[in-house]
Nanobody, 128 residues
Framework: QVQLVESGGGLMQAGGSLTLSCVAS????????MGWFRQAPGKEREFVAG????????TSADSVKGRSTISRDNAKNTVTLGMNVLKPEDTAVYHC?????????????????????WGLGTQVTVSS
């Protein structure tokens, strides 16, 4: 049974930083490109950042570019998202997701329908 379990959410202050972690189990982790998405109330799910299977290649959305980092530890089946200079508009449920079928060095996809497995998410609320 595949599980992606996110942690690290909570109530944050604007201008602060966060670190979200996702632990994967039940799947060959290195076979999957990994991504982080978020969904705010009443809005569509939005790509935040992604990382290749190798961990060497990263991509991020324009909305978080320059203030986000994504990394993975293939030995621990973990992917981590860091964000700083938080804004109230960063408030959302953050999900990690796994995408199969990508080359070891391919950029992770930005489209949600390219991902095969999803975590239930962790709520991030940024107060002004």
């Amino acid at each position: 049974q595949v599980q992606l379990v996110e942690s690290g959410g909570g109530l944050m202050q604007a201008g602060g930083s966060l670190t979200l972690s996702c632990v994967a189990s039940g799947l060959p982790f290195t076979d999957y490109a990994m991504g982080w998405f978020r969904q705010a109330p009443g809005k569509e799910r939005e790509f935040v950042a992604g990382i290749s299977r190798s961990g060497l290649f990263r991509t991020s959305a324009d909305s978080v570019k320059g203030r986000s980092t994504i990394s993975r530890d293939n030995a621990k089946n973990t992917v981590t998202l860091g964000m700083n200079v938080l804004k109230p508009e960063d408030t959302a449920v953050y999900h990690c997701a796994a995408a199969a079928g990508y080359h070891w060095t391919s950029i992770a996809p930005h489209q949600a329908d390219e991902y095969h497995y999803w975590g239930l998410g962790t709520q991030v609320t940024v107060s002004s």
